[in-house]
Structure formats: C-alpha cells, structure tokens
C-alpha cells in the first residue's frame, strides 16, 4: 500500500490521478489501474475501522448483483484487508449549483430512474445525497455507496445509516425499516439542495436540524 492522496492509503496496483470526493470515512478517487491502463473510480477506506471496511465489502456484493445504465458498474474488487473497489470511470461527482436548470432535470431523472431499477430488486440505498452520485465522462450521473443499502429481502440485516439528519426520511430517524418512498423522500431533498444550493434545514441551527426534517419545516425555495 503506498499512501499517495491526502494520507489515504492507496493499493500500490493503482496510479492516483485525482480525489473526486470524500465523506469522514470513504473516498473516491480518479486513478489508473497499472495493471490494465484502465482508468477507473477508486472506492478506498479514509479510516482504518471494520465497520467502514465491511461496508465497502458490502458495497462491492451488492453492486457486483444490479446491473443499470445509472448504477456505477463494478469492474474490480481487491481486498488485501483493506477493501478496495474499482468502479467505471467517473469525472466528478455531483455538487450543488453551477447548472443550467435542463441539466439538473435530466441528472435527477436519471438517479429517479436507477432508484426505480433498484427497488424492483429490493434494494433501498437509504443514504442517497450529492456525494453519493457520479458523473461520467459524458455528464451522466452513477449512483454510488450500495453499502448502507437495505436489502428487502434480507429486512433483519443490519444496514448502517449512515447519511446525516438532513438527507435522510423522517420515519427512518424514528426507527422504521426504509422502503421505496424513503429514497424518493431523499431524492426530493437532494432536488432542493440542487436548485437552492443549500440543504432545506441549513437555515436552522446544526441541533435542529433532525427535529425540522422529522416535522416537515422546509424553508420555502424561492426561485
């Protein structure tokens, strides 16, 4: 392993081209795989912590079962003890504002249309927010992070929750198994914070935040 990026530790297989994006324990990065010359989105813990590695592992199971246009296809998976994913390759992934309105319509009705693909198979991904979504090299989104998906058909394994307050449903931050309508409730948020350029609970201080998603107070988009 040589630690190439921001001290991530990197699989040495791999040449480091660019960090795409990153939450406290994940990364995603642009790279060159050495043995191939495929150029390839990395999938690598920023923490050594099993938690974070099972659910990379977790991820690479359930993205190697789904197979859609706007689902981030698995090309490679290594696992020396640090889980690694190698997806198709991305150009970015998606952050707020600087889009012309088509182009955010089209993005988001191509992450509803994944969503579909993916609860006909039984798969909520319950985490959904913009880090979580991919950009191919023509502009089309990916979605990313299967790992924290709940898997209707298997409702007593632990799935980890691990979006914040603000991006996730209401009924889930009361303790209730996801469904379907818990991913559009999210894809409605991440619809906001795409034209607004803000969360819809930013306006409330950090400690209210759960408290007005679980109540509906939305501050109202004013376009």
């Known amino acids: 392993m040589a630690s190439d990026v921001e001290g991530i530790q990197i699989p040495s297989a791999y040449h480091v081209e660019e ?8 990364a995603t990065l642009r790279a060159v795989d050495a043995r191939d010359g495929q150029t390839v989105a990395l999938r690598v813990p920023r ?3 099993a938690a974070v590695y099972e659910r990379l592992r977790r991820e690479a199971v359930i993205a190697a079962s789904v197979e859609h246009r706007y689902v981030a296809r698995l090309l490679r998976y ?3 003890g640090r889980p690694c994913l190698a997806l198709e390759e991305l150009a970015a ?6 889009r012309e309105l088509s182009e955010m319509v089209a993005i988001v009705g191509k992450v509803a249309a994944a969503l579909d693909y993916l609860h006909g ?3 909520m991904h319950v985490s959904l927010a913009a880090p979580d979504i991919g950009l191919a090299p023509d502009g089309s989104p ?3 992070n299967l790992g924290c998906a709940y898997l209707a058909a298997n409702p007593d394994e632990f799935y980890w ?5 603000e991006t996730i449903a209401p009924e889930l931050l009361c303790g209730r198994l996801p469904t379907p309508a818990s991913d559009v409730y999210s894809l409605g948020l991440l619809v906001y914070t795409l034209l607004a350029g803000a969360n819809p609970f930013a306006a409330y201080p950090p400690q209210e935040r759960l408290r007005a998603n679980v109540r509906g107070n939305v501050v109202p988009l004013m376009l």
């Open 47 to 49: 923490v050594a912590d």
């Open 19 to 26: 960090l795409l994006g990153s939450d406290v324990t994940t």
């Open 142 to 144: 990916r979605l990313l």
């Open 121 to 123: 198979e039984g798969v």
């Open 161 to 165: 929750l691990q979006a914040s307050a």
């Open 93 to 98: 992934t998606l952050t707020p504002g600087g």
């Open 78 to 80: 290594d696992d020396d």
